[in-house]
């Protein structure tokens, strides 16, 4: 171990040299297209045209512990007054155990050039005492505080030339500690990343438990090739046992870590963006696997002269090939184009820099056969895209060094390095955002992107409580899981919040009730079915929607609701004498305690003697209530549904027709709708309605779920309330989630991106898919993610092993792969399918 002692973001190293180490937090992610990857690349580009000297970026996995993701799950929530969401989180942790988990940070680390003979003498008499130290068995001194005084001032200056294109932050002693200290451990009994500061001092760890963790590093143990695992000594197999076995103590014995470090050799001599992204596939392939690379920067001007050089001596090979018949080998002819066009591009661009980068990979695992497999399956990986891993024999030692802050870049990455313009080196992305979801919340699911899990968080208040816009849409073929999505946010809303819930259900299974059945809390699951379809129906599940006497207790909402469901059952035109007839109806009715749509029907009739437009309104209605369908609104011996007594309730609609879009597509075609359809469609109208009056008038979460959402948008009224819902409803504590087949389907353009978090899931059809793409803001014609949505999410060949695979765009804009995963409360896992079980060949 070259460090002797760590002070805040400053590293002290037994060679005299001082180093500085900050986090990288880029905000836009590898996994996008277009726009975002765009501006990904160009903030990459100064950075690297920003670099001096010698640098080290580095990109390491963390292993999140459960608990670390429970607290997240925890967070706000007082579980004294919510037992259920104590049981569910307790369920998700026995998940977690059985999962690897894995998370990444971004680093830079450079070291800090002294200025002047005096910090060079002052480097070289630490180096001097470390050595001497080192002999006589004498702990190295702590930095003093001029040092340390004197190295911030000139981190300062080094972090304003680096942080102006990534957001960089210095890093904590406990990050610089995590980073040293769980080296020797990959994969095995690593320790946790803490996110606070160890200071004893203010300066420096002088006798706390920083210095005594460096100490404990010095102790480890590195055996290349894992000569102590043979039995017999056998010189030929120790060629193919490429690879660091690491042996630390500790208190329960030692702990064993196989770890096998590639660099990389050959990379192609044309780079384009997008497709040469490396890093970022690296940080995706399916296991852990940390990356570092050792960049030693030269100017514009030594890169031009040290370009011309080069030049010279390409040019002389024409000579010595003048003789040959075959001419001037293939090779050499691209490495003077290539020398070329480099010099070209850097006298082109003053602020262009050659780099020369060794890029180091590192996999780990519990045995050497494991470790192997993964490095083996990381250099296959890549061989289509003429990028070349090599595992160097005899230096695995040194790079296991040359991947920590404070060591010299060793000549095994040297001889590896690739020569670079900083502008082709930015296409690697060596750092992309990689937080994905909600910082707390629900464990909604999981991302695979590449295989490497990590935990995706939903919080349906998020977005709200930020001064952000909400609402949550779910789109995707049949079958693809669009109900279980919304099913689980709507267990979220009960479980975690304590919210109510308003439900749409469509189906005549009554898919819904089982949900609200294994949800904690009052539910009322409210069935508008013709009865003369089941007279077996239980009479519990029927209830009065009637809009005079839902609304009887919120008068002040009453008359204007019922005039828009009258309206648009009876396709009343805003001008029209029967509008303004229902109007002075409406207006004679409100208020009464026995206000009622039979008493509204009286008192047009009434009315109909001195009003030929009232008698009309009124001989149409008195026909139109003696059809079943109506029964929820006329029928008197039917209980009002109750707004403020149940916490979810369900509105079972299948058996109410609804105008087709061919109907509703002209004027002449909708004039010729049945009324049963027009009452369909006003019917979905007042339930809004009712959802946006029990959800917008009290002080708990509200949440409308519209499946099938266009039987709701489909209306400009409809339309309009689920505007509401997602444009006002955090001014409310409320919001809404939709699923339908295609985004048309969720209203006009404000209304579709105005929702916040996006699911997109399986679309087999090219045209429906590239439309979902667009709509979750990623390139319609990207080819890779055409493929995932196609042929990759939830591929109906694997069953019920992939069920639940979404493109994901969370609250904040970021794109992930996730594994949507029920909540773990009691029976509701069953409770949330809707796949059928058909019994062949059964009577």
């Known amino acids: 171990m070259d460090v002797t002692d760590v002070a805040g973001n400053l590293l002290f190293c037994a060679d005299g040299s001082t180093w500085a180490v900050w986090r990288v937090l880029p905000h836009e ?21 920003s670099l001096r000297g010698e640098v080290m970026i580095a990109s390491l996995c963390e292993q999140v512990q459960p608990h670390a993701i429970v607290q997240r799950c925890l967070h706000g929530v007082d579980l004294d007054a919510n037992p259920h969401w104590a049981e569910t989180v307790h369920n998700a942790w026995d998940q977690l155990d059985a999962l690897d988990v894995l998370g990444r940070s971004y680093w830079i680390a450079a070291p800090l050039t002294g200025h002047g003979w005096k910090d060079s003498a002052q480097a070289f008499l630490r180096a001097t005492a470390t050595a001497l130290g080192e002999q006589l068995g004498v702990p190295a001194c702590p930095a003093t505080a001029a040092a340390i005084a004197g190295a911030r001032e000139r981190a300062r200056i080094v972090q304003q030339e680096l942080g102006g294109a990534l957001p960089l932050r210095p890093a904590t002693e406990a990050e610089l500690l995590w980073w040293l200290c769980r080296a020797p451990v990959r994969g095995v009994g690593e320790p946790q990343l803490e996110r606070t500061a160890v200071h004893n001092s203010g300066l420096t760890l002088r006798r706390g438990s920083g210095r005594a963790q460096l100490a404990m590093t010095r102790s480890c143990v590195f055996d290349e090739g894992g000569r102590t695992d043979q039995r017999r000594w056998a010189p030929l197999e120790m060629l193919g046992r490429r690879f660091l076995k690491c042996v630390t103590p500790s208190d329960d014995g030692p702990i064993v870590s196989y770890q096998a470090y590639l660099l990389l050799a050959e990379m192609p001599r044309a780079f384009t963006f997008p497709g040469h992204e490396i890093l970022a596939r690296l940080a995706e392939i399916g296991f852990g696997v940390d990356y570092a690379l050792r960049v030693t920067a030269r100017s514009n ?54 780099l020369e980068v060794g890029v180091i990979a590192c996999v780990w695992g519990p045995t050497a056969a494991e470790c192997d497999a993964r490095a083996k399956a990381l250099r296959q990986a890549f061989l289509g895209g003429e990028y070349r891993w090599e595992r160097p024999l005899g230096g695995q030692r ?15 990455v040297r001889e590896c390095s690739q020569n670079l313009l900083a502008s082709d080196a930015a296409m690697l992305l060596p750092v992309s955002a990689t937080d994905f979801g909600d910082p707390t919340g629900a464990l909604f699911g999981l991302t695979f992107d590449g295989g490497a899990v990590a935990p995706f968080l939903l919080d349906p208040t998020y977005g709200p409580t930020h001064d952000s816009s909400g609402g949550i849409a779910v789109i995707g073929e049949l079958g693809a899981g669009k109900s279980v999505i919304l099913k689980n946010v ?17 189906t005549r299974s009554r898919e819904w009730e089982p949900v609200a059945a294994a949800l904690p809390g009052k539910a009322q699951i409210v069935d508008i079915i013709d009865p003369t379809l089941d007279h077996a129906e239980p009479l519990r599940l029927r209830h009065s929607c009637d809009p005079l006497r839902v609304f009887r207790s919120a008068s002040r909402s009453s008359t204007g609701i019922a005039e828009t469901f009258f309206a648009a059952w009876l396709d009343l035109e805003s001008n029209s004498a029967e509008r303004d007839a229902l109007g002075r109806g409406l207006d004679a009715v409100s208020g009464s305690p026995d206000a009622s749509s039979n008493l509204l029907v009286d008192t047009l009739q009434d009315h109909g003697e001195n009003d030929p437009a009232a008698r009309a309104l009124a001989d149409r209605l008195q ?43 002209n004027e002449r075609m909708a004039a010729r709708i049945p009324p049963r359809k027009l009452f369909g469609r006003a019917f979905h109208l007042l339930i ?24 709701v948008t489909g209306t400009p009224e409809g339309q309009q309330i689920a505007l509401e819902f997602v444009r006002d409803g955090r001014k409310h504590a409320a919001d809404a989630a939709f699923g339908s087949h295609a985004p048309k389907d969720l209203g006009d353009d404000v209304l579709r991106g105005l929702i916040a978090v996006r699911f997109l899931g399986r679309h087999r059809d090219e045209g429906l898919a590239r439309t979902g793409l667009a709509w979750l803001g990623l390139d319609p014609g990207d080819a890779r993610y055409l493929d995932v949505v196609t042929k990759e999410l939830s591929p109906l060949a694997d069953g019920r092993a992939r069920a639940g695979e979404f493109l994901v765009r969370d609250h904040s804009g970021r794109i992930g792969k996730v594994k949507v995963t029920s909540q ?20």
């Open 29 to 49: 992610s590898a996994r996008s297209t277009g726009r975002q990857l765009r501006e990904l690349y160009d903030r990459t580009v100064t950075l690297m045209k």
């Open 301 to 354: 001007e030594d890169a031009r002269a040290a370009n011309r050089r080069r030049t010279r001596d390409l040019m002389g090979q024409d000579d010595e090939h003048a003789g040959d018949a075959a001419g001037v080998p293939a090779d050499v002819v691209s490495a003077q184009e290539e020398i070329q066009h480099k010099n070209a591009r850097l006298g082109a661009s003053s602020t262009e820099i050659d």
């Open 398 to 412: 040194q790079l296991y060094q040359a991947m920590l802050p404070g060591s010299v870049t060793p000549m095994v």
């Open 490 to 506: 709507a267990a979220v809303v009960r479980l975690m919040l304590d919210g109510r819930v308003i439900v749409i259900d469509r």
């Open 623 to 665: 026909r139109l209530r003696r059809d079943p369908i109506t029964r929820p609104i006329f029928d008197a011996g039917l209980d009002p549904v109750d707004l403020y007594g149940a916490d979810m309730v369900v509105f079972c609609t299948n058996e109410i027709p609804l105008p087709s879009s061919l109907e509703m597509s």
């Open 688 to 711: 809004a309605a009712i959802a946006k009056e029990i959800c917008f008038t009290t002080d708990r979460w509200g949440e409308f779920i519209c499946d099938e959402a266009y039987n």
């Open 824 to 843: 773990p409360y009691r029976t509701l896992p069953e409770a949330v399918l809707t796949t059928p079980s058909i019994l062949r060949g059964a009577h």
